[in-house]
């Protein structure tokens, strides 16, 4: 069920009003729907299965926002004007929708990552053998950055800890574990025994969400979705077909953990250190 927030149901918004078409309970989500009903008045709430929605839709004169991938199919398949996505990752863009996704690009990641950590140039990344996590965007992203990437590949999550401390034996010094998306070697299993076999050496831990930094990682990526559901609004309303990442996002690092562990950090443009 969709949590309260996404099921109310509001009165027709007027022409050039704007229709929220939700198909996720998810967080980000919710506070994207706050976000949109304080900048614009004018704002009815639909879920992806409202059998108002078809009627809806042919009304040309709104702005259309998609808060989910069902949503954001629905839309693009109906081919209203002045519409766009919020989304989690960049796969779940539909052709012919513009979109706001909260996935930071690799090469961004990668130079915060530099940025905050100078003296370390390794990047170790845990992947399953086969699995969704892409090479060529991160090797691209580390070759212009000087970065080195060495790749763990594992079958199961119970190789993550032991692979991982192979991986890091003998460059506890010059390397940074950057967790990515993948639900076989980063997953509710396997996150926390990472970060603090990681610590043990003395190696930085990057998360891509805040809830890294509650279970000991170093540092992690933060995105404003309530900033990102204003930018996709924009995006609709520019009628382009953009898909772009958020543009309010940054990595955190923990000053004070930092310190306890002897590893240097530094602040720099989209690194905020806090002590």
Known sequence: MIHWLLGVYLAAAPAGGVVIVADSSAAPYQRAVDALRQQS???ELLQIDDPALDERLT?????WVALGARSARRLAQSQVPNAAAMLLQATDVPEGIAAVTLDVPAYKQLLWIRTAFTQRRRVVVLRQRS?????APVLAAANKLQLTVHWVEIDSPGEAV??????LRGHGRDSVLWLVPDPVAVNSDTVSPLAQAALAARVPVVGFSPYF????ALAA???DSTDAARQALRLAKSGT??????????????????ERLGIAVQAGEGVEVRR
């Not at 009304?59 to 702005?63: F, K, L």
């Not at 930094?213 to 000991?216: F, R, S």
């Not at 077909?241 to 930092?258: I, S």
Request: cysteine-free; charged content about 25%; glycine content about 10%.
């Open 131 to 135: 699995g969704p996590v892409q090479e």
């Open 41 to 43: 008045g004018q704002v």
């Open 213 to 216: 930094l509650q279970i000991g």
């Open 241 to 258: 077909a953009k898909v772009v990442p958020p543009d309010a996002a940054h990595l955190v690092v923990d000053g004070r953990l930092a």
């Open 162 to 167: 032991p692979a991982l401390e192979k991986a």
């Open 221 to 223: 990526v933060k995105i």
């Open 59 to 63: 009304r040309s004169a709104e702005v």
